[in-house]
């Protein structure tokens, strides 16, 4: 994270973040929703799948349910109310025009000035800002489509059937990128890691299928590395689009 970062911009009211997956959103991000929220912002959660391929001990159908629970629990921790999900297949997400319409018809219904897409680029920063890691397909998927359905909310010639459902245009003010290796804004979340933390806890059974480690103790790490490690001035940083 630069030391020197900017704040993000605060002329708004209500924000959609969007993610491919349950979790996604609480590696860090749910650090500056807690904030917002406490400062009586509204914050809106969109999922394009259950999550449903992604714990290797239990079979979809089971699991689907069952993370779609965690991320309403999750969510509620930082004070978000509004969860939604696309329902597309996870681990096999398609970008493209279908996927682009659904994410701009919810832009639409919650009419958001600020939303936050997650990294689509094809590595994770590290903690010095060199790339690691590959990021998922979906993931990518997901982050370019956001951007571009974001666009596509505010054109009244593009996808007619939202306008057909009675979805009018809608602007979005900014548009900024978790997790970005290229992040240059920051979100101060001085008193708010606590509430992150728990809404990371609260993916039980995704975290207890990934390491042995109590899922309280997973979270804190995690959680902690994402704002910039133990210190007093714990930030989340973003990619401001616009």
């Known amino acids: ?65 069952a993370r779609e629970a965690e991320e309403r629990a ?9 969860v939604r999900f696309l329902d597309h297949p996870d681990g096999v997400v398609v970008e493209g025009v279908a996927l682009r319409r659904d994410i701009a018809r919810v832009v639409r219904q919650v009419r958001p000035e600020l939303v936050v897409a997650l990294n689509h680029a094809e590595r994770w920063p590290g903690p010095d800002g060199q790339p690691v890691g590959w990021n998922s397909a979906d993931h990518r998927a997901v982050g370019r489509a956001t951007i571009d359905a974001v666009g596509e909310a505010g054109n009244r010639w593009l996808h007619p059937e939202l306008a057909a459902e009675g979805l009018e245009p809608h602007e979005v003010r900014h548009l900024v ?38 899922v309280a103790d997973q979270a804190r790490d995690v959680v902690t590395r994402m704002v910039g490690g133990d210190t007093d001035r714990p930030r989340v940083s973003f990619e401001l689009v616009f």
């Open 74 to 82: 999750s969510a509620a921790e930082v004070g978000v109310e509004d």
């Open 1 to 65: 994270m630069e030391p020197d970062a900017a704040p993000l911009p605060d002329d708004w009211t209500t924000a959609l973040a969007v993610a491919a997956h349950p979790d996604d959103l609480e590696y860090g991000v749910s650090a500056a929703v807690a904030a917002w929220t406490a400062a009586g912002r509204r914050v809106a959660y969109l999922l394009v799948t259950r999550g449903e391929a992604g714990i290797a001990t239990m079979p979809p159908d089971a699991a689907g349910p």
């Open 177 to 214: 990128v978790g997790h970005s290796p290229t992040g240059r804004h920051a979100v101060d979340v001085t008193g708010h890691v606590e509430r992150a933390i728990a809404s990371l806890t609260c993916h039980r059974c995704y975290l207890e299928a990934l390491d042995d480690r109590p």
